[in-house]
């Protein structure tokens, strides 16, 4: 079975601060895939990145860094120097390989709220 | 770029009400998902489409949903007889494998 686990329900922050969301993960396949989405107040699922397990480079796309660390099954996302335009809820998901077919597990969001 | 167009954006039914649920998945994209999100709660997979025919489903996906692609271009989610606990936003999904592309999502209230 898979499992997501996004620890913090809700975290606070002051503009420019850096953040980081923590995501956990549980499967039996040596093969799988992480996911990060956000979710703004408007509702729809934004993608913001997709790595695979044989993959452990960590990622920085502009104020955005991933923290793959297999050997903790934790795929973290660092947010640095935070807006308000960051504020949303933002899910970890994990798709496995060979047992567990081509459904994302989505963990359960962390609220995020960056105020000015 | 292109987009998951997903129709209605909000859909108000009575309970035991059939209700269609329409998706427009990107035009070059093989697999189609259906999730779900009760308010305020994570997001639940409830099928994945392939070939035409179903690869797989979760247990929320029982037999008052179905799925079909009636054309080339659309992907419907078909509740028989809505409950009140079908509530929910629910999102279509595409892929060519890999990246899954979400649509806006429909919000059904089941009255």
């Known amino acids: 079975a898979q499992k997501v686990t996004q620890a913090q329900t809700e975290i606070s922050v002051v503009e420019k601060e850096d953040v980081t969301l923590d995501c956990v993960y549980e499967?039996?396949?040596?093969?799988?895939?992480l996911f990060w989405y956000k979710q703004p107040p408007s509702g729809e699922l934004v993608f913001l990145i997709r790595?695979?397990?044989?993959?452990?480079q960590n990622e920085i796309s502009g104020r955005y860094s991933w923290n793959f660390q297999k050997s903790t099954s934790s795929f973290n996302f660092t947010i640095t120097a935070s807006q308000v335009v960051d504020s949303a809820v933002y899910f970890c998901?994990?798709?496995?390989?060979?047992?567990?077919?081509?459904?994302?597990?989505f963990g359960e969001g962390t609220q995020l709220t960056v105020n000015p | 770029e292109p987009e998951v167009t997903q129709t209605p954006s909000h859909q108000v039914t009575q309970m035991g009400q059939e209700v269609i649920l329409r998706c427009v998945p990107i035009?070059?994209?093989?697999?189609f998902y259906w999730y779900r999100q009760i308010l305020g709660q994570k997001v639940e997979f409830l099928v994945s489409?392939?070939?035409?025919?179903?690869?797989?489903k979760s247990e929320i996906f029982d037999d008052q949903f179905s799925v079909e692609r009636p054309d080339g271009s659309n992907f419907t989610l078909k509740i028989r007889s809505t409950k009140l606990e079908d509530s929910a936003m629910y999102f279509c999904?595409?892929?060519?494998?890999?990246?899954?592309?979400f649509g806006s999502g429909t919000q059904l209230s089941v009255l």
């Open positions: 999904a595409s892929s060519l494998g890999g990246k899954l592309f």
């Open positions: 499967t039996r396949d040596t093969t799988y895939y």
């Open positions: 790595r695979n397990s044989f993959d452990e």
């Open positions: 998901a994990l798709r496995g390989g060979e047992t567990s077919g081509s459904r994302l597990t």
């Open positions: 035009s070059n994209h093989l697999y």
């Open positions: 489409f392939y070939n035409n025919e179903i690869s797989e």
